[in-house]
């Protein structure tokens, strides 16, 4: 099975070109995230968390598949057992947690270049992240069900029933999970920030970012919004579109502009403005602008969306014939991306 790693996304844009004291505490860092809140090795009482061996061992073989490698380590230790005055090796199966950190941790040696050392670790840790997510995600599509159980539920015999709907209990569990795992998240961004690593994890993925202001305003916001199921092709074309800047590939703008059409024709979907005769996004623009679209849009608004897809999507979106290639210079197409998650952001948080 193939799996989206940040090695091999980011295998032609260089991270680092040394290796120095940021970079070990940023990976020693995410490694204490992923081993002890995320997925922690051990239970309270001391026995290995089956579910954390579980998830681990996925990303374990994941990562090792597309590394190209059997193990990222041993999974085996030994030790000294002595009997009627012999002593043998008695191996023992070392947790799948503490062979990621042995890995995560080692230290750095000239196998790798820097870049690529460190390229490895941050794709362990997107996809430790990314399965958290995943979890999560699967948890939250099934808390309505869980709560019409709960509150079905009826006590036998003499227990006690504490004051309330069990569904409440059910609902403040599950809102108990999200927060943590946003605080990871959030915790992750940080360590990114101080090691001055202009990186970004959002939504199961690690991407660049780089200005400071432009994240908290913008980005932060966008992805947060986007992490909703029902906003997934939007988060889907600009995870392209900052990709695609970060590797210097073709048109990163035109994905941006692809996320923001999509968030209109959401607006007007959910407004019950779309006719089915719309021929392009200026349509669906017109939509939300009219009384049926309750004014979801100003005048000055709609203007200035359709000016954005005149002149900047539309000419990327059609071959250019003998004429020059249309293209953007590196600050035109930040300006684009930002552009079109500020609106994104703004139109889905008036739905």
């Known amino acids: 099975m193939l799996t989206d790693v940040f090695f091999r996304r980011y295998e032609n844009v260089v991270i680092a070109s040394s290796f120095d004291e940021r970079f070990r505490a940023l990976i020693s860092q995410a490694t204490q995230i992923i081993t002890k809140q995320i997925f922690p090795t051990y239970n309270y009482d001391g026995k290995i968390n089956q579910q954390s061996k579980s998830a681990m061992t996925d990303v374990h073989d994941r990562i090792c598949m597309e590394m190209g490698l059997d193990a990222l380590g041993s999974k085996w230790f030994s030790t000294k057992s002595t009997w009627n005055g012999n002593t043998t090796d008695q191996w023992h199966e070392l947790p799948m947690g503490d062979v990621i950190r042995n890995f995560m941790t080692e230290s750095f040696s000239e196998t790798y270049s820097p870049d690529l050392y460190i390229k490895f670790r941050l794709s ?11 979890q999560i995600q699967f948890e939250n599509a099934a808390l309505p ?128 403005c779309t006719t089915g005769n719309e021929k392009g996004v200026h349509n669906f623009i017109d939509n939300l602008l009219g009384a049926r679209g309750g004014k979801f849009f100003e005048v000055w608004e709609a203007e200035a969306l359709k000016a954005f897809f005149t002149k900047v999507r539309n000419p990327f979106g059609h071959g250019p014939g003998e004429g020059p290639m249309p293209s953007l210079t590196s600050l035109q ?17 008036r739905l």
């Open 333 to 349: 197409t930040d300006y684009a991306i930002e552009h079109c998650m500020s609106w994104v952001k703004s139109i889905l948080r």
């Open 124 to 134: 362990v840790i997107e996809l430790a992240f990314r399965l958290r997510e995943q």
């Open 145 to 272: 069900s869980k709560m019409i159980e709960a509150d079905r539920y009826k006590p036998v015999g003499r227990a006690i029933r504490l004051p309330g709907k069990a569904s409440d209990g059910v609902k403040a569990l599950n809102q108990q999970i999200n927060d943590t795992f946003r605080a990871n998240v959030d915790e992750l961004n940080e360590r990114f920030r101080q090691s001055g690593l202009k990186l970004h994890y959002h939504n199961g993925f690690i991407q660049g970012s780089d200005d400071v202001l432009a994240q908290k305003q913008i980005e932060f916001p966008f992805w947060n919004i986007c992490a909703d199921a029902a906003f997934a092709n939007v988060d889907t074309d600009m995870k392209q579109a900052v990709e695609l800047r970060d590797t210097k590939g073709r048109d990163p703008a035109w994905y941006a502009a692809r996320a923001l059409e999509s968030a209109i024709k959401i607006a007007s979907n959910r407004r019950g």
